[in-house]
């Protein structure tokens, strides 16, 4: 037997899983088809690695809508709390930001890969890079090792697979782990990109006259094609050439592709809300106020203080208000119009950018066939999985790291308690 434990991939679930399965005593293989590993964690939160998140372990799996309710077994093994004591015994100090979203003090990505990989390679992992694996080998019915693009074959009792989902490729996620699944005898439920742009053929999208403004502190809406909210998430989002993105859109993304799937509608409808902190009355007795104050100004002008520049003349067409009116003359009911659309902001969406542009991969190794406490397959012995590859998607702002970690951990863990 070459090794006790291979572990295939070295993302954040498979470097941890390394570390932990080495850490129980298993003589432990990390193979990675790349020249680096950990390259997607240093690209995650802008660049600077987004960690974990700091919230309980309630808010953790209320934010990862992908079946985060999985979690709870290998969060109380090594959940967030344990993975910042983990970085800190490192020597890598974090910090918390907004919504809990922890990074390393240096804002730097690499200090976190570095700690990562000099902790493999100090508990004795044998780590090879540009090393693809081609198969997991099966043999009477359990794992017998892995076979290496060049044909070479290692032999080892358990196989953690990690290798991550289809996004972004060019990290080395290709989703090569599905089929190595699928001939264990497992499901692979329906990918589907998360956490990605909208894209939208609005005219005003089309004309790319919002292209580049952002909103701060939102709220946006996804409703049903019956017209029922589906939900709502608050926070920037951002016009492009193509649609809207930023985090408060990335986060709604799920949830149109369900409801474009399920209903076969061409498009689904999208309301923002640009003062979410301020009801549909206030905010017509600040537009009645500002009528006054700004009587003699054409609207166009006199909404400047009230709504970015770009988008009151969208915003006045809707409603039927010519800009040019003088702000004394737009009749009651105008207003009261300009103040719904205000509050629900009407954007209808037709799709998304691709699986390999979005952030995170939705769908994946069926978790009906995965024990949660040990990540193990329930159809083949010594098979595990950890990580994207698993049927598992977050929010960005930390939850599909902390995910990995944690699952990378318990795979590591159970394959090295298992032999
Ligand atoms: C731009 C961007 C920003 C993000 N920001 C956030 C964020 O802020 N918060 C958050 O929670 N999540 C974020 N994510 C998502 C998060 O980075 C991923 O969910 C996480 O990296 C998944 O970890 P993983 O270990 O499962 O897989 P990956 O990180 O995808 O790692 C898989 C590894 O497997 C290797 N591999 C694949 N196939 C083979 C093979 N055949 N042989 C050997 N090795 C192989 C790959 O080379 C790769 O190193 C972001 C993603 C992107 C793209």
Known sequence: M?????????????????????????????????NKPGRKLGISGGGRCN??????????VRHIPGNGRFLYSAFSRFG???????????????????????????????????????QVRRQGVDMRLNAPAARVLYEDGSVAGVCLAGGETLKSRAVVIATGGRSVPHTG?????????????HTITELYPTEVPLTSNESFIKSRELQGLSLRDVELTVWNTKGKRIISHEGDMIFTHFGISGPAALRCSQFVIKELKKSGAASVRITIDLFPATNKEELLEELVQLA????????????????PERLIPIALLKV???????????????????AAILKAFPVDVNGTLSLEEAFVTGGGVSLKEIDPGTMGSKMMPGLYFCGEILDIHGYTGGYNITAAFSTGYSAGRSAALSL
């Open 80 to 118: 967030n709390r344990d993975i910042i004591a983990f970085f800190e015994g490192l020597g890598i100090a974090l910090k918390e930001e907004d919504r809990g979203r922890m990074f390393p003090v240096t804002d730097k990505a690499k200090s976190v890969v570095d700690a990562l990989v000099n």
């Open 320 to 338: 039927d208000i010519a800009p040019d009116i003088p702000c004394s003359q737009i009749g009651k009911m105008s207003w009261v119009e300009l």
């Open 51 to 60: 960690v974990t998140n700091a919230g309980e372990t309630e808010d953790i």
């Open 292 to 307: 006054e104050t700004e009587a003699r100004k054409a609207a166009r002008n006199g909404l400047k203080s009230l709504l």
């Open 2 to 34: 070459d090794y006790d434990v291979i572990v295939i991939g070295g993302g954040p679930a498979g470097l941890m899983a390394a570390i932990a399965a080495s850490e129980h005593g298993a003589r432990t293989l990390l193979l990675d088809k790349g």
């Open 173 to 185: 996620s290709t989703g090569d782990g599905y089929p190595w699944a699928e001939e264990a005898g």
